[in-house]
Nanobody, 122 residues
Framework: QMQLVESGGGLVQAGGSLRLSCVASGGTFSSYAMGWFRQAPGKERTFVATIDRTGGGTYYADSVKGRFTISRDNAKNRVYLQMNSLKPEDTAVYYC???????????????WGQGAQVTVSS
């Protein structure tokens, strides 16, 4: 019954920053690890970042390490993705997802948002 809704997408120039938000409802948010994935046109959906239930542990794809930061606020039922130093290759639809087991594989995540478009111009 958990629902996830992303927001904060948009158009930015290369080198710029953007913060995505995802709000959860219909479930016990703090019992889930959360993740962000992205899918560019004609490409497969790939892992971006994940965070454990308390926010104490995070893991990032090599392509975004050092540029993106995942965080969560359990009191607000929200997870965030701060994206800095954006590159044109970051252009994609970004999806928020929830899992009961910390993982990086899409198949492990049982709940997904509808996605937010992020476009980075050069």
């Amino acid at each position: 019954q958990m629902q996830l809704v992303e927001s904060g997408g948009g158009l930015v120039q290369a080198g710029g920053s953007l913060r995505l938000s995802c709000v959860a409802s219909g479930g016990t948010f703090s019992s889930y690890a959360m993740g962000w994935f992205r899918q560019a046109p004609g490409k497969e959906r790939t892992f971006v970042a994940t965070i454990d239930r308390t926010g104490g542990g995070t893991y990032y794809a090599d392509s975004v390490k050092g540029r993106f930061t995942i965080s969560r606020d359990n009191a607000k039922n929200r997870v965030y993705l701060q994206m800095n130093s954006l590159k044109p290759e970051d252009t994609a639809v970004y999806y928020c997802a929830a899992t009961q087991r910390l993982a990086t594989m899409t198949s492990t995540f049982g709940f997904w948002g509808q996605g937010a478009q992020v476009t980075v111009s050069s």
